[in-house]
């Protein structure tokens, strides 16, 4: 598998327009020519695009496209004698040329219109599209999806396929209702196809899933496909983690099985902070499993100006977040860019050389494992799949606390919570808003804490079973050492600390930490539906850390009347974190969304909510760095016993993010605009950082530190049981070996 013999460089270059404005000057040549002048080692292009042209010569499925000098075939021949590997995408669900074939073939909403990949704005008439969405469940599956993926493959020899694009989920708002899928569906289950979802209706509930199978057994079909042209081939899928409502998340975790990896692709980035590409990352990778490889997206343009090349830290950054996450960085440009405004292939030139150089500490290498974040396919989609938004936010908060802490942590996929769930591999695991749990993952857990783990679970635990039945209670009730009466949702709440265990735990904070937020649609709630939401969690076995508190009315009327928090009412006998010892392990519990509160307002007060009990309960971390919680840090560990750390500069003084807030009624004109997106332009360097590792981790005598690119010797003392290695200074990244002293 050629995928797994050095660290991936990648480079996609879209010809991405119905008239080719640049085709005619794009070839082989200053392809590969591109490819080498950014140190690239793999190269991805379109074998067909969305308007279904194809880019090499012999189909007998589509035309060529018309202004293209671009041969794939000889694209491969000449990038292979350069040692660079190319993937070529396909299958591509939007096609203009099937549409006007055979327009009974695109997908199609419960009105009938054609839904549409390509973004129109909400009022316009949908008319001629130029990226209609095909149905996997017409004839175009078995004429052309299949056939394309193996010709692709077959015709110009590359090295892998990527199925870019391919789309097909379960959300009514984007699910398809053509006659296909009417038939199918009133095949396989003898029940006509529902024009909504209601959980409460099975024949909705066997829709949902039935519309992952479509997926599932499509992408099934093509990698058989491609794997018949060429056995060798990696066959990977486009995600889209952070689009689609995540819809693309549960597509891997339910084809793993055929996927040899992912393309995570991560245009979101630009309008979102620090963090964003190392959750996905880390989100991705627990999803196929880590042993599989996953691109993840630095554009090469900035946000959605794909001509626009944005400055150089921006890039840099973008790179080396992903690469310390475990990723491979997937550089995407343009045609329209590269001859308009080329100017972010010099900052890639320069950060994949540096990548080149360090390629021998990059692969072969595995985590530093200490906090597990689980990340639940059926929580999403079967308790959230509404609102989606607030099961991530709630397992991004609590990512985003241990990484601003400087914990190494990673995300486990709960599918694989039988085989990691172990307190040698996972001192602490995290649950964060796990509201659907299976009885074989609620007994894998209870086991993990018998063992000696420390599991933290947060607000409806395991509330509702995969079949979607409930509970009536959380699971692991006697584990969290608390009995549940239900939830209150009052919108507003607090977490009252002034208890036995002030001066223990929460020395230094207020009394009472306010829980909930205004609304930020506003528009018939004033308050943010269920962030503010507390269980009725009585303490049976555990001790009550804290307590809950309600606010004194609906909503606060002091500043801003109907937006404000309600100051607090007096205690509750409701545990609002509780801690509970059982068998060798013990389990800490939070009666409200600690993460998505973290993730939303990002307050120390809420990181220390956690990070308090676990400082004093759990075992130490095995790696942590004293330094500002603007810095990440990713530990590794090699084959060959060395470490290896990642540290991510992300100090940066003109990074401006804004969003609107909700309107009300009677609003004036706003004051200056709603909406600000900008890059990174400069870095802030860090100084004096510490790092410290367990000296356990690493055998024999004090170890030898160095730091790329400089190979810079590091001062390395001893500090009780820790090494402490000294960083003079950190700008963008910096990569550590630790290494036993010779």
Sequence with gaps: MWWKSGFLRVLQFNIEDPYGFFADKITADNLVSLAKKTHANVLIVFARDGWGRVFYKGSRLYPRHHNSKLDVSELVEKASKEGIHVIVMAAHTANRYLYRLHPSWAQRNTKGEVIVLEHYPRAARIVDPHWPQ????????????????????????????????????????????????????????????????????????????????????????????????????LFLYNSHPAGWAGRGNIVVSKSRHVLDGVFAEASEVDVRGPGMLTIITKLTRALIGEDKPVFVSRNLFYDLRPVHSPPKPTIRLGVYEIVAAGGYPQATIFSSQFFSDPRAVEALEEVYAELEELEEYLVEREPIRYIGVVFDPDTHDKAYWSKPEYYIGEVEGVSFIAMHNHFPWTIISSQDLYKLADKDLYPIIIAPGTKVVSDDVEEALRQYVAQGGILVTTHEFGYMRPDYTYREA??????????????????????????????????????????????????????????????????????????????????????????????????????????????????????????????????????????????????????????????????????????IVHLVNHTYNQRILSAPTGP???????????????????????????????????????????????EIILDVAEEGDYYKIIIPELRDHLLITITQSS
């Design 474 to 643: 959380l699971a692991l009730q006697d584990v969290l050492g608390i009995r549940y009466e239900g939830t209150l949702r009052f919108g507003f709440g607090y977490v009252h600390l002034r208890t036995q265990y002030y001066d223990e735990y929460w020395k230094g904070l207020p009394e009472a930490i306010p829980l909930g937020d205004h609304s930020a649609a506003f528009v018939k709630e004033r308050v943010e539906p269920r962030l503010g939401e507390i269980t009725r969690a009585l303490p049976t076995t555990a001790q009550a850390l804290a307590l809950a508190r309600m606010g004194r009315s609906a909503y606060g009327y002091e500043y801003t009347l109907g937006r404000s928090t309600p100051p607090p009412d007096s205690p509750l006998r409701l545990a609002a974190v509780a801690v509970n010892s059982y068998g060798s392990g013990l389990s800490l519990y939070y009666s409200f969304r600690l993460g998505a509160h973290y993730s939303r307002l990002g307050l120390p007060d809420y990181s220390e909510l956690l990070l308090r009990p676990l400082l004093k309960l759990a075992p130490k971390p095995p790696i942590f760095l004293k330094g500002p919680d603007t810095v990440q840090v990713e530990p590794y560990r090699k084959k060959d016993g060395s470490i």
């Design 134 to 233: 095909i149905c996997p469940n017409s004839p175009a599956l078995d004429k052309y999806f299949v056939p394309e993926v193996e010709e692709a493959v077959r015709l110009t020899g590359a090295h892998g396929l990527l199925l870019d694009s391919f789309r097909y989920f379960p959300d009514p708002a984007r699910a398809c209702y053509c006659k296909f899928c009417r038939i199918k569906f009133r095949e396989e289950y003898g029940e006509e196809l529902p024009d909504k979802m209601d959980t409460e209706d099975e024949a909705a509930r066997h829709a949902w899933e039935w519309r992952y199978k479509v997926n599932v057994r499509a992408i099934e079909r093509m990698y058989h496909a491609v794997k018949r042209a060429n056995p060798d081939a």
């Design 664 to 710: 009300s009624k009677q609003a004036p004109p706003g004051f200056d605009p709603a909406y600000r997106v900008h890059p990174i332009r400069s870095l802030i360097p860090v100084r004096g950082l510490e790092l410290y590792v367990e000296k356990d981790k690493i055998a024999g005598s004090r170890p030898k530190a160095v730091a790329y690119p400089g």
